[in-house]
């Protein structure tokens, strides 16, 4: 691209030089051809005022030797035969001359002749009556002119070439400027599809690329999130799956080293077997859920429903769960709330969060679910008087497989998705969804959803 500009740029400067030097050529030539008929004009006429060519005076020659020394001319007088009668250059004096032009003067006619570098002007010298008696001959050397123009040429020139090599220094460098960053982010462009997420640009600048560079930077912190928590994740997945896998392993191989096991030995390992199982199919179902759940083109099954029934139904469903532990299920609400929801995704979460209020209860503890609305939301709490939570815990809970006490939940038969759905689900509604607890006293859950319909 340089190449390119830098030729069209110098042939630009030739082709305009060319055209400088012609037009100042015509210019001044043309100038110089007004000014010699000018002083032959005035020569004719001073001839023919004074009668020289008759009286054949001497003041003749002395007149057109001061008028050719001042104003750089050559002067020539014919007598109407065409014979020189004076030459201030003395060269010509007696001669005859006959030319083309000569001819066109001695019929009154003035005219302009070009020999090499001489411009020569014939004018008539006529007198009172209109013939014509003579002929002046006025020539000027253009040498000068041509000089004059080659030097303006050369300044020209000159001028156009250091402007064209500052143009190009500047254009250089301004290109550096610019494309530098470009070329960063391309190399930071290309390591990341090389798979190396945690690439940034340093753009120290404080204009549209260091803006574009921040944007890049947030993009690519972005992406390194998700690849962490993706790769989290499938460890995750793989240590849950794994657990159970291990413990129904364990069981089978003691059975099978064992010989003459009793029944009911037999019976107890394949009932824990069977838990484990459980446990797996617990976990795989979840995970499942979130799949779904985070699809996010997945549309929501919305339909208008009376959320006061939906918590009914669902405590209805939990509360043999609750009374295996002596534990009280309560609702408490004085209205009835209607709201835009999908009744399957909130179920889930409504149901995930007060199983765990039973599940990390004391027994003969409380389960209290609140539910009310304002102008534009529906709130629902969940309070327990379990374990309780620690502060530090809140903001990791709502992540995959987060655990507060990781061997005691597991026991308690958690997968550790339970609350990642409940979180997903509202998100999904556009609600929000936050907690409170205090260790040994117990938990609350804040819930809220939009009682019309959002744009997912
Ligand atoms: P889990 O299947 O283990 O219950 P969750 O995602 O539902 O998974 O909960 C994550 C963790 O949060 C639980 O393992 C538990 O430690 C803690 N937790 C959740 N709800 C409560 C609660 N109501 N009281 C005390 N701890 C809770």
Redesign the pocket.
């Known amino acids: 691209m340089t190449l390119v500009y830098i030729f069209i740029y110098f042939s630009s400067i030739l082709v305009f030089s060319n055209i400088l030097y012609t037009s100042l050529e015509i210019y001044f030539s043309e100038e110089k051809e007004v000014e010699l008929k000018r002083y032959s004009n005035y020569i004719s006429r001073d001839i023919e005022a004074n009668g020289y060519l008759h009286n054949g005076s001497g003041e003749l020659k002395d007149d057109l030797d001061n008028i050719s020394d001042i104003y750089n001319i050559r002067v020539m007088v014919l007598d109407y035969q065409g014979s020189v009668i004076y030459d201030t250059q003395r060269v010509e004096n007696n001669k005859l001359l006959v030319n083309e032009e000569i001819v066109k003067a001695l019929s009154d006619k003035e005219s302009i002749k070009y020999v090499q570098d001489v411009v020569n002007v014939f004018t008539p010298i006529s007198n009172k009556t209109g013939a014509v008696d003579g002929v002046v001959i006025v020539s000027s050397s253009l040498k000068d002119i041509y000089a004059m123009i080659t030097v303006i040429q050369d300044i020209i020139f000159n001028l156009l070439i250091i402007i064209g090599i500052i143009v190009a220094i500047l254009y250089i460098y301004f290109t550096g400027v610019f494309v530098k960053p470009l070329h960063e982010l391309l190399k930071a462009i290309k390591n990341i599809s090389k798979g190396h997420l945690d690439e940034k640009v340093d753009i120290k600048k404080n204009d549209e690329f260091a803006e574009l560079g921040k944007a890049f930077n947030q993009m690519t912190d972005r992406l390194y999130d998700i690849d962490q928590s993706r790769s989290e994740f499938v460890s995750n997945v793989s240590h849950e799956l794994k657990t159970p896998l291990s413990s129904i392993k364990v069981l089978t191989e003691s059975l099978l080293l064992q010989d003459n096991v009793p029944e009911e030995l037999y019976k107890e390992f394949l009932n824990d077997i069977n838990n484990e199982i459980d446990r797996q199919t617990a976990i795989i179902n979840d995970l499942l859920t979130l799949v779904r759940l985070d699809e996010k083109e997945k549309v929501l099954n919305i339909t208008k429903l009376n959320l006061n029934e939906l918590v009914e139904k669902i405590l209805k469903r939990l509360q043999p769960l609750a009374e295996n532990r002596n534990i009280d299920l309560i609702f408490e609400t004085n209205r009835q709330v209607e709201a835009d929801i999908d009744e399957m995704k909130i179920t889930l979460a409504i149901s995930?969060?007060i199983e765990?209020?039973i599940?990390?209860n004391r027994d003969r503890g409380k389960v209290i679910v609140t539910l009310d609305a304002g102008h534009d939301e529906a709130f629902i709490t969940v309070t327990?008087t379990?374990?309780?939570?620690p502060e530090d815990?809140f903001d990791k809970?709502f992540q995959r497989f987060?655990?507060?006490?990781k061997t005691r939940?597991r026991a308690?038969g958690?997968?550790?998705?339970?609350?990642?759905i409940?979180h997903r689900s509202i998100l999904l509604h556009k609600g929000s969804i936050s907690l409170d607890?205090e260790e040994g006293i117990g938990?609350r859950?804040y819930v809220t959803i939009p009682l019309r319909r959002q744009k997912v």
């Open positions: 995930n969060l765990n209020g599940k990390y327990d379990g374990i309780g939570i815990h809970l987060y655990r507060v006490d939940d308690t958690g997968t550790g998705l339970g609350l990642s409940a607890s938990t859950f």
